[in-house]
């Protein structure tokens, strides 16, 4: 049996609430199954990884991003037999906090904080590029980057 290909790019959208003093991260709540992830979605014809990601977090959340350069965390799965997915994540940030879900297969869009995020996530991929986010923002605040 063939095994066909999908490409799904999108990103773990994160800002900073000087209020709180605490990061948090967008989410989105799915109609079909109720579940939390982050915005993704599938590479147009002609499209780079980046260009996919900022046109589905748009079109899903309506929140403008920035990506935030030297992150790039791939995952893998087979969503059904002979379907491979490899979804391309990158870590972006937004100078404003206004979003609102996409009518249809949105349910909810919501801003969790960072340090609790992890436990809001259905699936072993999403916890594992959650993780891999975190890291990078520690290490740039580590750093004294601006994020």
Request: net charge positive; with cysteine.
């Amino acid at each position: 049996m063939p095994v066909s290909y999908e490409k799904s790019c999108g990103a773990l959208v994160v800002r900073w609430e000087e209020e709180t003093q605490r990061f948090y991260i967008l989410m989105i709540r799915h109609r079909p199954g109720g579940y939390r992830s982050f915005p993704k979605g599938h590479v147009e014809q002609g499209e780079t990884e980046r260009q996919t990601a900022i046109r589905e977090v748009r079109e899903e959340t309506a929140a403008e991003i920035i990506i935030i350069p030297d992150f790039r965390h791939a995952v893998y799965y087979t969503p059904a037999p002979s379907v491979e997915k490899e979804v391309v994540y990158f870590l972006g940030r937004v100078e404003s906090s206004s979003i609102r879900p996409r009518k249809g297969e949105i349910a909810q869009v919501e801003w969790i904080p960072l340090d609790a995020a992890e436990k809001y996530l259905t699936h072993e991929n999403d916890k594992k590029v959650l993780r891999a986010a975190q890291k990078k923002i520690t290490d740039m605040k580590r750093k004294g980057e601006v994020f």
